[in-house]
T-cell receptor, first 112, second 113 residues
Framework: GQQLNQSPQSMFIQEGEDVSMNCTSSSIFNTWLWYKQDPGEGPVLLIALYKAGELTSNGRLTAQFGITRKDSFLNISASIPSDVGIYFCAGPGRTSGSRLTFGEGTQLTVNP | EPEVTQTPSHQVTQMGQEVILRCVPISNHLYFYWYRQILGQKVEFLVSFYNNEISEKSEIFDDQFSVERPDGSNFTLKIRSTKLEDSAMYFC???????????FGSGTRLTIV
């Protein structure tokens, strides 16, 4: 089945620093989604990317859909303590149900 | 902002018992999903449901599992003969037709003892 590889697995940064994480796949995805999960909560959609090469921003977050359609990255600028959480990339399959395949996640810790 | 509502938030069940997890998807959404997340691991797809039938299921979703939309608003996941390894967070999600605007619920933490 489709697999998404996320890196790094975890990051420890100081408040105010910029962060970058990425996601790669051995197969093509036509849509890339980035989610954040707070402890004890469900994933919340941050950014959706629909076109190869697309660069999309949502406040301090910027994500890009790789040209090959096999990778994507997420940047967070000027991190703040509430950015703490697990960030997942995800991609929908091409089946009728459009199941999402999730990456392993990047655990982000921001030290004040 | 519309929400996907899941109940209960926590469930502790004896091994071998049956459990029903409940979800109320967003009212104008037509696709419904159950996902599972074992502690410390990634979110895994279980099943998708559209037009009152299962449209896709994963290898995890075997005969132990079933889903139902008993009325116009609820969407349930039933797990029969629960095992210790069924302990996980179970997330319900829904999305409208077109686009991939999945909305996830806050999850049910299921603990099998």
């Amino acid at each position: 089945g489709q697999q998404l590889n996320q890196s790094p697995q975890s990051m420890f940064i100081q408040e105010g620093e910029d962060v970058s994480m990425n996601c790669t796949s051995s197969s093509i995805f036509n849509t890339w989604l980035w989610y954040k999960q707070d402890p004890g909560e469900g994933p919340v959609l941050l950014i959706a990317l629909y076109k190869a090469g697309e660069l999309t921003s949502n406040g301090r977050l910027t994500a890009q859909f790789g040209i090959t359609r096999k990778d994507s990255f997420l940047n967070i600028s000027a991190s703040i303590p509430s950015d703490v959480g697990i960030y997942f990339c995800a991609g929908p399959g091409r089946t009728s149900g459009s199941r999402l395949t999730f990456g392993e996640g990047t655990q982000l810790t921001v030290n004040p | 902002e519309p929400e996907v509502t899941q109940t209960p938030s926590h469930q502790v069940t004896q091994m071998g018992q049956e459990v029903i997890l409940r979800c109320v998807p967003i009212s104008n959404h037509l696709y419904f999903y159950w996902y599972r997340q074992i502690l410390g691991q990634k979110v895994e797809f279980l099943v998708s449901f559209y037009n009152n039938e299962i449209s896709e299921k994963s290898e995890i979703f075997d005969d132990q599992f079933s889903v139902e939309r008993p009325d116009g608003s609820n969407f349930t996941l039933k797990i029969r003969s629960t095992k210790l390894e069924d302990s996980a967070m179970y997330f319900c999600a829904s999305r409208p037709t077109g686009g991939f605007g999945y909305t996830f619920g806050s999850g049910t933490r299921l603990t099998i003892v």
